[in-house]
């Protein structure tokens, strides 16, 4: 059975046709998925349509991520991103809770998504080792299979007392596999092996990494 009413409304669901489309898979593929789940977890469709196909889209996503990832190889070409990345967007950013003005980041002011990127901009900025960093923008991503992915900062330091000129980093709160898991995890394993690729080609000038603070930052970049 395919459709389900929800309670108090007639409003009809096609759940093979949603999965599919949420999940870009044939509807039989989503059906051959579906015969696998438990008779008292398929009920659940019933009580609440919209959040069983959420959920089910959700989870056969993370397990084509892993699926893809695990078969996934960059090419690197000659192809560059401009310099006008930087500043195409600039004059639209609300700058109210950008902090204080920088000294090393490329522009005076950075808007940072959290008290974590903040806490780093901080130590980037008042870092003896740190030549100059900069967030990247959104226009500067790595496509791969389960969506376009951007890192959050480029750093250059100063040559001498580190090992790597240029550092691509990705700063987390934590880095549980619980918390980075399914998709978002499958994009960092993905931008790993962009950099890989990358590397190969241009000599091993940049390093990628996933960090949460400047701490573990400086460890892996004095190793």
Not at 57 to 80: C, G, M
Request: with cysteine.
């Amino acid at each position: 059975m395919t459709e389900a009413l929800t309670a108090g409304s007639q409003v009809k669901y096609d759940l093979l046709g949603e999965i599919a489309e949420k999940t870009k898979l044939t509807r039989r593929t989503v059906a051959g998925i579906l015969k696998g789940v438990r008779p008292d977890t398929f009920g659940k469709f019933r009580l609440n349509p919209e959040q069983f196909i959420t959920e089910s889209a959700r989870l056969i996503n993370e397990q084509k991520a892993t699926v893809i990832v695990d078969h996934l190889a960059y090419d690197a070409l000659d192809e560059t991103f401009d310099s006008a990345i930087f500043t195409e967007n600039q004059t639209k950013q609300d700058l109210t809770h950008a902090g204080t003005k920088l000294t090393k980041h490329i522009y005076d002011y950075v808007v940072t998504d959290s008290k974590i990127e903040r806490a780093f901009v901080n130590e980037l900025d008042t870092s003896t080792e740190v030549a100059v960093y900069a967030k990247l923008p959104r226009g500067f991503f790595i496509p791969t299979p389960v969506g376009d992915y951007n890192p959050d900062w480029a750093i250059a330091f100063k040559e001498g007392s580190v090992k790597h000129v240029y550092f691509v980093a990705e700063t987390k709160g934590s880095l549980s596999t619980l918390q980075l898991k399914g998709v978002e995890d499958a994009k960092i394993e993905c931008a790993r092996k962009f950099f890989d690729s990358l590397n190969k080609k241009n000599g091993n000038e940049v390093t990628y990494d996933v960090v949460t603070n400047y701490t573990e930052l400086m460890q892996l970049v004095t190793a």
